[in-house]
């Protein structure tokens, strides 16, 4: 018997509203004999108040231990911004070596989107999850004066473009068009922007059915709302990745739907699994939140434990479910989750 041992961090405002229904039809996807054992972790705003701490070392090894993670959202407007971002989110996925931060995208039916009843929108940000800005490399001096002086240097080293660039290659390479867009800024970042390019290009020559494609990120921003349908597999840097994921979000359906993976590939440590949307403190507890981000996000923690067939019927659910909704009557949360779990047992 197969089991999956899995973390759960709810997190702060609606994400224990979204995690409770992406664990929800966790449970109904699973055979029985897939055994399911799951340990919350009390991380996030409500910690922080009480003991100061984000994401204590204990904490980090007891969650070092479980097959992977699922987490909710985090941060809230009564905690200063970046101590919970950068003290719990970025420092799990540093410390799980998440070097590929997996964001599908693809064009929902009957959604909001502004693109609705375009041809097939259907590609995948490979975003680096270890390197760029986000390493917390910078600082700032005289601090609050008129001559203050603030720098955040981004770190790209060959290692960790290699590995982010090889993954997606790897990725379009399975993917029927085969299609590799970097993304980058390579005429004003001069020097991690050649790394980058200079990558692609020379891991490309491994991936010869690949075909590659450059874009600068201010025309990608562009592309993607003009002819979303050029991309397949795209590879950037942390920061222009993040971004691009929720402009990708918005015309695919919206950031209700986006689902990600924090994604260790050799397993060395837990993957994690999150919807790409943050906390949305203003819509918590009203039953207002749209759980289908987070049950996707179940699918493709499905799909790296191993369990393809539950993946797809999550995301055949989710489909399905979309088609079937009406604009007219507006769910819950519970409600949305209970219609997932339902066609996914059914
Ligand atoms: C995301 C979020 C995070 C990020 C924040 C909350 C630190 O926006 O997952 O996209 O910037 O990566
Ligand atoms: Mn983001």
Do not use: C
Request: proline residues 6%; negative net charge.
């Amino acid at each position: 018997a197969r089991s999956i041992n899995l973390a759960v961090i709810p997190g702060d405002g609606i994400g224990p509203e979204v995690v409770a229904q992406g664990l929800k039809v966790l449970g109904a996807v699973l055979p029985a004999d897939i055994k399911l054992e799951t340990t919350e972790y009390a991380l996030g705003a409500q910690r922080w108040h009480a003991t100061g701490e984000t994401l204590p070392d204990a904490e980090l090894e007891r969650l070092q231990s479980h097959d992977a993670i699922l987490l909710g959202a985090i941060g809230d407007p009564s905690v200063p911004s970046g101590v919970l971002e950068r003290g719990l989110l970025l420092k799990l996925r540093f410390a799980f070596d998440h070097y590929v931060n997996l964001r599908p995208s693809r064009l929902f039916p009957n959604t909001a989107s502004p693109l609705a009843g375009e041809p097939q929108i259907d590609f995948v940000v490979v975003r680096e999850g270890t390197e760029g800005p986000y390493v917390g490399n910078g600082g700032s001096m005289r601090t609050g004066t008129p001559a203050e002086v603030a720098t955040e240097v981004s770190l790209n080293t060959a290692y960790g473009v290699e590995r982010v660039v090889r993954d997606a290659f790897e990725r379009a390479q399975a993917r029927p068009r085969k299609k590799l867009t970097l993304v980058h800024k390579n005429n004003v970042l001069v020097h991690a922007g050649h790394l980058w390019s200079r990558t692609v290009e020379r891991i490309g020559r491994e991936y010869p059915e690949v075909t590659t494609d450059y874009l600068h990120v201010d025309a990608a921003t562009i592309f993607m709302v003009t002819q979303p349908q050029r991309f397949d597999v795209i590879v950037t840097d942390n920061l222009f990745g993040d971004i691009l994921t929720d402009l990708a979000a918005a015309i695919t359906g919206g950031i209700g739907l986006a689902a990600s993976g924090n994604i260790n590939p050799a397993g060395a440590f837990p993957s994690m699994f999150e919807p790409v949307h943050g906390s949305a403190p203003d819509i918590a507890g009203t039953g207002k939140a749209d759980p289908t981000a987070t049950v996707l996000s179940v699918a493709l923690l499905l799909r790296h434990l191993g369990h393809p067939a539950g993946a797809a019927r999550i995301e055949e659910a989710v489909t399905a479910d979309l088609a079937a909704r009406s604009a007219a009557t507006a769910r819950t949360t519970d409600q949305i989750g209970d219609a997932l779990a339902a066609r996914v047992s059914g």
